[in-house]
T-cell receptor, first 114, second 109 residues
Framework: NAGVTQTPKFQVLKTGQSMTLQCAQD?????MYWYRQDPGMGLRLIYY???????DKGEVPNGYNVSRLNKREFSLRLESAAPSQTSVYFC?????????????FGPGTRLTVL | ELKVEQNPLFLSMQEGKNYTIYCNYS?????LYWYRQDPGKSLESLFV?????AVKQEGRLMASLDTKARLSTLHITAAVHDLSATYFC?????????FGKGTRLHILP
């Protein structure tokens, strides 16, 4: 099992460009999450999907959109990138509250917006 | 709104010493997590604590939970250089978990 995979690993964008970060999990988990990590800020939740067909905003959703494409895949889109979105983005998944929602993380995408 | 505070945020310690990282949270929760992150890497789950008085140990790390005080501790015994990393606590909030800012631990040989 690959666990949680993310593409790309690195990306440089210019202000105003758009891009989509891809995330997939092969653990048959119900819930998926997108976080951003900035120095000294810990991880902040952008959006999450508690189950296929649902998405909800987290702490810092502005400037982002998400799509839960199917049970395996959850993508994060930046429509018009800004320098403030320079960050490391992590995708995570968890089975359900029955398994205490322990989250498993992907390797991350390092995004720089110039 | 659930808030999670860790302290200290930075810790430099000598090998062989003991130390404790503290995690306080602001509202009732039924689960607490500890994660480890090495520089440039992803997060690795260490412990899941589910009930008051829960204690879990793995090697030189021991985590405990006091739900009445809304406090968890991560205790390091006889630290070794390999434990240098950033440690995050996170607290369950319905379908989500809320992370603390992390404790960057540097263990000097």
């Amino acid at each position: 099992n690959a666990g949680v995979t993310q593409t790309p690993k690195f990306q440089v964008l210019k202000t105003g460009q758009s891009m989509t970060l891809q995330c997939a999990q092969d653990m048959n988990h119900n819930s998926m999450y997108w976080y951003r990590q900035d120095p000294g800020m810990g991880l902040r939740l952008i959006y999450y999907s508690a189950s296929e067909g649902t998405t909800d905003k987290g702490e810092v959703p502005n400037g982002y959109n998400v799509s839960r494409l199917n049970k395996r895949e959850f993508s994060l889109r930046l429509e018009s990138a800004a320098p403030s979105q320079t960050s490391v983005y992590f995708c995570a998944s968890s089975a359900s509250l029955l398994t205490y929602n322990e989250q498993f993380f992907g390797p991350g995408t390092r995004l720089t917006v110039l | 709104e659930l808030k999670v505070e860790q302290n200290p945020l930075f810790l430099s310690m000598q090998e062989g010493k003991n130390y404790t990282i503290y995690c306080n949270y602001s509202t009732t929760s039924d689960r607490l997590y500890w994660y480890r992150q090495d520089p440039g890497k992803s997060l690795e789950s260490l412990f899941v604590l589910l009930s008051n008085g829960a204690v879990k140990q793995e090697g030189r790390l021991m985590a405990s939970l006091d739900t009445k005080a809304r406090l968890s501790t991560l205790h390091i015994t006889a630290a070794v250089h390999d434990l240098s990393a950033t440690y995050f606590c996170a607290v369950g909030d319905n379908d989500k978990i809320i992370f603390g800012k992390g404790t960057r631990l540097h263990i000097l040989p």
